[in-house]
C-alpha cells in the first residue's frame, strides 16, 4: 500500500473542487492517524496509533467509513454485523477486530495490522521479478493456514454453547495475506453471514468475489461452511498449477463455467501434478457439497498428511524468508521512512514533557468501544502542525516502528494547553509553520566507507548494501553496535564493529583488502571458464585464492561438457587442490544445449527405470534464484522435488546474474541437496 504525501495545513482544493487531502497525523478519538493506506468507495483504511497509561503503545488499522455512507443505515448495520462477528474471533490465522464506534458522528473499526502482502500482490510481484512459478511448499503452507483459520471460525460458538454458523462467503486472493514472519492471514470479514446476522444486505454488491464461488453460492442458494471450502480448493488449484480455474469474458460467462462445466484435472494443466494432492483439489472442488469436504478441518488434515509423507519443506521462516527476497526494494524503502519518522518524533520529543493519561486529564479521550454516542475529540486548539517526512514509492510502516510512531504522537499530544480545552472540532486546528518548534533538525549518524582496492560489497548488519566502495552510508541507528563487513572475490573480508554516538557523527572505515589466505589449486581438462561465487573468475583459473572460514562456490563449465559446480571452505593458508574431468555430452545432448543454453544435460544415464529419490535445492545468505532440475522449471527456491535416481542436473538462475549449475547424485530412496550462493 502506499501514503500519499499530506499537503500543508490550509492547502486549498484543487481546481477541479476536490476537497483538500486530510491534515496528517490528526486525533481520531483514543486514535492517533498517522497515515492513510487505502480508499474505497465505502470506507478508508489508516494506519493509527492506540496509546494508554503505563506506556501501553499498540499500531493498528481504522477501517473509517466515508462521510457519504454514515447516512445509509444498510451499511452501517452491514458494518456493525461485520465487527460484531469478527470480534468474537482470536485465532493466529485471522486479522483480529478490536474496536468499533464513533467519533464525530463517523463509524469505525479498529483492526490488527498486518505487515504483508495479498496473494494477489504477491503473485503480480513474481511476474514482475519474472518468477513463473509458485514455489510449491509455500502454495500449500498459505492453504494450510487458510484451512486452519476457516476451521476456527466454521468450529465457533458464543457463550451459550450455540454454534455460529460463520461463513466468510468472500475467500480469494486478496483476502489472504501472508506476512514478512511467514504467517497467513485471512481478513475482511464484512460479507460474512453467520445464524445472528439477521437481515442481510439487499444491495448485492458485497456477496464475494465471482471466480471463487461455489456452485450453490454462485445460483443464489444458501450457502454453509463448504463454501468457504470450496473457494480454498480453487485458490489451492490455482497457486499449484499457474492457471485460473474460473475466467470467463465476463461474469456471466465465469458463473456457466463455475455451474455448467465439468472442471479440469490440475495434471491436465501440469504435467507431473502428484496424484495425491489432485485427489485433496477436486475433493474441494466437488459440485455437490455431500461429496466435498465437510469440514476445514478435514481438508487442514488432507493436506499436512500430504505434506509429511512427501517431505515437503513447508515453514513460516522459508515463507519469510522468500517474501522478504520478493520485496526486498519495498523493505529497504519502509525502513528508510521508518528512520525519517523516528528521527523527526525524536526531535521534538526530546524537549517536551512526558503526556498526561490521568483520568482528570484535559488530554484523555472518552472510550468508543461499542459506544454509538460517543462523540470523539479533534485537536485541541493549540495543536502544533507536523509535516510528515518525504513519502518514498512505498510508504506502509512496519510494526517495527512502534516505538518511532508514538514518539510522532507524543510530539503532538504534549503541545495541548494545561487549561481546559474548549469543545472539539470536527478538524484539527492547526497553527502556522513558524509557530512550529524551532528545533534544528541534525544531520543523520553515518559512516565513510573506503577500501584498497576500491569496489567491495558492503554490508551491514548481515544485510548486503545496493552500494560499493567508496560509499557513504546513512541513517544508521545512534548508540548501537553496527557490523560492517568488507568482501571482495580473491580477498579476505575486513570485519569492523562501530558505534556513533550521536545524530550527526560520522565515522571513517578505511581499509586495505589483503589477497585471500586460501588457495585452490585447480587441475580440471579441458580448460574451463570459473565462475566463483557467482562472479567469473579474471585471473589465473589454476590458482584462485579466496578468503579463509567461509563457503564458496566454484562453478566449472566449457563447452561440449556438462558443467560441475564444487563446494571450497578452508583455513588461513590452507591449499585445496581440486582435479576433475568433465563429462562430454552426446551429440543429443549437446543439440538440446544448443536450443537452450540454461538446460543443463545429465552427464551420466540413469541407474535403472523407476527408481526414485528426492532432491532439495536451496539458496545460502538470503534471496533466490529460479530452479530447474533435469531441464524442467520448478520455480523459485526452496524447491523439493521427486525425481529419478542417479546423477540429476540442477541450475539455478539469479535474477541479473548467471545461472549457476550442479549435478546431484541421488541414492535410490534417498535425498540429495544442491545449494547455491548468490
Known sequence: MTAE??????????????????????????YMLMRKLAAGGMAELFLALHRSVAGFEKLVVIKRILPQMNQDKQFIDMLLHEARVAATLSHPNIVQTFDVGQVDGTYFIAMEHIHGEDIRTIVRQMKAKGVSEFPLEHALGIVVGLASGLAYAHEKRDLDGQLLGIVHRDISPQNIVLTFSGDVKVVDFGVAKSLHAGEESKGGHLKGKVPYMSPEQ?????????????????????????????????????????????????????????????????KALSKSREARYQTSRELQSDLEAF??????????????????????????????????IKHLADQMAASMPAPDFSPTSTGSHPGSHFDQSSTGVGAPPAAASIAP?????????????????????????????????????????????????????????SIVVESDPPGAAIWINGDLRNEVTPATISNLPIDKDIQVKLSMEGFESHKETVRLAKAGDSHKITSKLLTGSVTIALDVVP??????????????????????????????????????????????????????ALVKLTPE?????????????????EPKAGAMGTIRVNVK????????????????????AQV???????????????????????????????????
Open 589 to 605: 545432448q549437446l543439440a538440446d544445449q544448443k536450443k537452450d543454453p540454461d538446460k543443463k544435460p545429465d552427464p551420466k544415464p
Open 307 to 340: 505434506i509429511r509423507h512427501e517431505r515437503i519443506p513447508v515453514s513460516a521462516v522459508n515463507q519469510s524468508a522468500w517474501m522478504a527476497s520478493l520485496f526486498a526494494e519495498k523493505l529497504d524503502e519502509q525502513k528508510a521512512d521508518l528512520m525519517d
Open 621 to 640: 545468505g538470503g534471496g533466490f534464484c529460479n530452479v530447474s532440475i533435469n531441464g524442467a522449471a520448478y520455480g523459485p527456491t526452496p524447491v523439493s
Open 527 to 580: 580448460e574451463p571458464v570459473v565462475w566463483v561465487d557467482g562472479k567469473p573468475w579474471k585471473g589465473d583459473w589454476r590458482k584462485i585464492t579466496v578468503s579463509a572460514d567461509e563457503e564458496h562456490k566454484l562453478a566449472i563449465s566449457a563447452t561440449g561438457y556438462a558443467p560441475k559446480t564444487i563446494t571450497i571452505t578452508g583455513k588461513k593458508g590452507e591449499t585445496k587442490k581440486v582435479q576433475h
Open 389 to 445: 517526512p518525504a513519502k518514498r514509492s512505498s510508504g506502509l510502516l512496519i510494526a517495527g516502528g512502534l516505538a518511532a510512531a508514538a514518539a510522532v504522537v507524543a510530539a503532538i499530544v504534549m503541545t495541548r494547553p494545561t487549561s481546559p480545552a474548549p469543545a472539539a472540532t470536527s478538524e484539527p486546528v492547526v497553527t502556522s509553520a513558524t509557530q512550529q518548534p524551532s528545533a534544528v533538525v541534525e544531520e543523520k549518524a
Open 5 to 30: 504525501r499530506q499537503p500543508a495545513a490550509g492547502a486549498k482544493a484543487s481546481p477541479s473542487g476536490a476537497p483538500p487531502a486530510e491534515q496528517l497525523p490528526r486525533p481520531f478519538g483514543k
Open 644 to 678: 529419478p535416481a542417479g546423477n540429476v542436473r540442477v541450475s539455478c538462475k539469479f535474477e541479473g546474474g548467471p545461472t549457476q549449475a550442479q549435478v546431484v547424485t541421488v541414492a535410490e530412496g534417498g535425498t540429495g541437496r544442491a545449494s547455491f550462493q548468490q
Open 218 to 282: 454462485a445460483t443464489g442458494e444458501d450457502v454453509d461452511s463448504r463454501t468457504d471450502i470450496f473457494a480454498a480448493g480453487v485458490i489451492l488449484f490455482e497457486l499449484t498449477t499457474g492457471k485460473r480455474l474460473f475466467k470467463g469474458t465476463n461474469e456471466y460467462e465465469t458463473l456457466k463455467l463455475i455451474c455448467e462445466t465439468e472442471y479440469p484435472m490440475p495434471s491436465d494443466v501440469a504435467p507431473g501434478y502428484p496424484a495425491e494432492l489432485e485427489r485433496i483439489v477436486m
